[in-house]
């Protein structure tokens, strides 16, 4: 009977993950511009729907009743992100989603048949943020069933996890001169300080890291027109394999290929997308704008702890930064269920609760050497 229960649980939460899918993805397919791409969206939400159906009518034979749909609020989140910001900012996200699905479902004997569907679509949602949605014809791109690089940078996550690492270091920092017995003066001083140099230390990591990348693929990208210009026969070749790994007849990747290579820009465009996974357009994006944004992220981060000390002093400043410093943590441990799916409750707690234990550590150490010098 506790497998019975445990059987129809199961079911019911695939039920609403597959109806939050099909829902997801009829969304991005109002907001997506170029048809074929819409196209393809509604053909997964159709899956998806499909998929839903399965689970329901186990949940029937198991003498379950199917509930209501209401799109979670985690849907509901990334198709407001999707609505503001762009797909593109959202599709690493639930490529992510869909490689998590194919491992769960991969656990179960009765879901097994769904893994390669829900690996598809990780894939294409792959291939269409790298490709910019315009990397393959929209018949082609349904039949993508091969392998691909995983796209390039996750804003979203980057954006998350920078404010993270401004808040936890900035905390500490702050808990540990707490801990000493300062000055408020000397707290918020000392807070400002942690916040300036994080923030250009990010900054000037993310800055270095990007432009290299950039020359890096400027050299791929020269190395790569001269390969179409010294050996054309051998590019068509390798372009034709790649087609071929994913899924087309040898006669139709060929064709393609030859179509492709016949025109020396879009060779060398295509080739650079679907062989060395650079999008020529962007080279990783910007490296000024990179360190612009790891600023101001780390320093959004940083700044919350610190605020309480331009109004309070003492222990009510401690109490304060703590407390705003927990609901930050908070915010921050709820924003990365975007990406794993996880309870709120679960990993906001945790997340809290490390930055607790860091920022315990750090004001014992900042007590005991406060009155190691003071004595």
């Given at each position: 009977m506790q497998g019975g229960k445990a059987d129809l649980r199961r079911y019911s939460e695939n039920l609403d993950d597959e109806r939050n899918a099909a829902y997801l993805y009829d969304a991005l397919a109002g907001i997506e511009k170029n048809p074929k791409i819409?196209?393809?969206?509604?053909?997964?939400?159709?899956?998806?729907?499909?998929?839903?159906?399965i689970w329901a009518e186990r949940i029937r034979a198991a003498g379950?009743?199917?509930?209501?749909?209401?799109?979670?609020?985690?849907?509901?989140?990334?198709?407001?992100?999707?609505?503001?910001?762009?797909?593109?900012?959202?599709?690493?996200?639930?490529?992510?989603?869909?490689?998590?699905?194919?491992?769960?479902?991969?656990?179960?004997?009765?879901?097994?048949?769904?893994?390669?569907?829900?690996?598809?679509?990780?894939?294409?949602?792959?291939?269409?943020?790298?490709?910019?949605?315009?990397g393959m014809e929209g018949g082609i791109l349904a039949r993508f069933e091969g392998r691909h690089r995983a796209a390039g940078g996750n804003a979203l996550r980057a954006a998350v996890l920078g404010a993270s690492d401004g808040l936890v270091s900035n905390f500490n920092l702050v808990m540990g001169v707490a801990g000493a017995q300062l000055s408020g003066g000397s707290i918020l001083l000392t807070g400002f300080a942690g916040l300036l140099a994080g923030s250009i230390s990010m900054a000037l990591g993310e800055w270095i890291s990007v432009q290299s990348s950039r020359e890096l693929y400027e050299?791929?990208?020269?190395?790569?027109?001269?390969?179409?210009?010294?050996?054309?026969?051998?590019?068509?070749?390798e372009l034709s394999l790649i087609y071929q790994a994913r899924g087309l007849e040898e006669d139709e990747a060929r064709r393609l290929a030859a179509r492709?290579?016949?025109?020396?820009?879009?060779?060398?465009?295509?080739?650079?997308?679907?062989?060395?996974?650079?999008?020529?357009?962007?080279?990783?994006?910007?490296?000024?704008?990179?360190a612009l944004t790891s600023f101001l992220l780390f320093a959004v981060g940083a700044v919350i702890p610190v605020i309480p000390y331009l109004f309070l002093?003492?222990?009510?400043?401690?109490?304060?930064?703590?407390?705003?410093?927990?609901?930050?943590?908070?915010?921050?441990?709820?924003?990365?269920?975007?990406?794993?799916?996880?309870?709120?409750?679960?990993?906001?707690?945790?997340?809290?609760?490390?930055?607790?234990?860091?920022?315990?550590?750090?004001?014992?150490?900042?007590?005991?050497?406060?009155?190691?010098?003071?004595?």
């Open positions: 819409a196209a393809v969206y509604r053909r997964l939400a159709e899956t998806e729907r499909g998929h839903a159906e379950g009743v199917i509930p209501d749909f209401r799109p979670s609020w985690r849907t509901m989140v990334v198709v407001w992100l999707a609505h503001h910001f762009g797909i593109h900012a959202v599709l690493p996200t639930l490529s992510s989603v869909e490689d998590g699905a194919s491992s769960g479902y991969g656990r179960f004997p009765d879901s097994r048949e769904m893994v390669k569907t829900e690996q598809s679509h990780a894939i294409i949602l792959r291939h269409i943020s790298q490709t910019g949605g315009g050299k791929q990208i020269q190395t790569e027109k001269e390969e179409i210009d010294s050996t054309p026969e051998e590019e068509t070749e492709i290579m016949s025109n020396p820009a879009t060779a060398l465009d295509t080739l650079a997308r679907e062989e060395l996974g650079i999008n020529p357009e962007e080279l990783g994006g910007s490296a000024w704008e990179a002093d003492g222990s009510y400043a401690i109490i304060a930064s703590t407390a705003v410093s927990g609901l930050g943590l908070f915010g921050i441990g709820a924003a990365i269920t975007l990406f794993t799916g996880r309870s709120v409750w679960s990993s906001g707690l945790r997340q809290v609760l490390f930055g607790f234990a860091a920022a315990a550590v750090t004001f014992t150490i900042g007590r005991i050497l406060g009155v190691s010098i003071a004595g």
